[in-house]
T-cell receptor, first 114, second 115 residues
Framework: AQSVTQLDSQVPVFEEAPVELRCNYS??????LFWYVQYPNQGLQLLLK??????LVESINGFEAEFNKSQTSFHLRKPSVHISDTAEYFC????????????FGTGTRLLVSP | EAQVTQNPRYLITVTGKKLTVTCSQN?????MSWYRQDPGLGLRQIYY???????DKGDVPEGYKVSRKEKRNFPLILESPSPNQTSLYFC??????????????FGPGTRLTVL
């Protein structure tokens, strides 16, 4: 069975500073990897995904994540955060088959201060 | 607009009073799923459905029921709610087309409090 570990429950950072949110996964078979974002009092939005091909994937708002198979990681990074990036971020995995269950990590709350 | 809707968005109830949280999608998706979100635990799958009349348990099904009589609807039923079911609930749906990846779309969430 797959599992996801997000080691940091909360990451405080100042505006315009870089940030990395860590995600490690465990699976005996190939998986798809995702980052979802949840802004305060809102639902989940897909931020970015890795399906295959280039191991570096990017979102439209400046986030990027790199799939590292040897380290079974999919860390999320942004070189300069904004106040508006304050949210909870969830890493998730799914088997790359027809079975569509998403397995989520416990989430990392990103707190951006001025 | 393609979307997943949930009702109600907020609900406060008392122990033992049966309730239903509705979920509806307008994208003709085959796959639908319910998750609950709890602090420090992330999202955990309660039940899922691969198609009409096909449902199965997820990781935390105890105390919940579901039905899938129509393709667009997937209600979550709590026959006798208890305080440990106080949580934020999300419904999600996705297609089961032949392509191997189908994005899951999430509803806005239902915040349930059981007193």
């Amino acid at each position: 069975a797959q599992s996801v570990t997000q080691l940091d429950s909360q990451v405080p950072v100042f505006e315009e500073a870089p940030v990395e949110l860590r995600c490690n996964y465990s699976s005996s078979v190939s998986v798809y990897l995702f980052w979802y974002v949840q802004y305060p009092n809102q639902g989940l939005q897909l931020l970015l995904k890795y399906l295959s091909g280039s191991t570096l994937v990017e979102s439209i708002n400046g986030f990027e994540a790199e799939f590292n198979k040897s380290q079974t990681s999919f860390h999320l990074r942004k070189p300069s955060v904004h106040i508006s990036d304050t949210a909870e971020y969830f890493c998730a995995v799914r088997l790359n088959t027809g079975f569509q269950k998403l397995v989520f990590g416990t989430g990392t709350r990103l707190l951006v201060s001025p | 607009e393609a979307q997943v809707t949930q009702n109600p968005r907020y609900l406060i109830t008392v122990t033992g009073k049966k309730l239903t949280v509705t979920c509806s999608q307008n994208m003709n998706h085959e796959y639908m799923s319910w998750y609950r979100q709890d602090p420090g635990l992330g999202l955990r799958q309660i039940y899922y459905s691969m198609n009409v009349e096909v449902t199965d348990k997820g990781d935390v099904p105890e105390g919940y029921k579901v039905s899938r009589k129509e393709k667009r609807n997937f209600p979550l039923i709590l026959e006798s709610p208890s305080p440990n079911q106080t949580s934020l609930y999300f419904c999600a749906s996705s297609s089961r087309q032949a392509s191997s990846y189908n994005e899951q779309f999430f509803g806005p969430g239902t915040r349930l409090t059981v007193l």
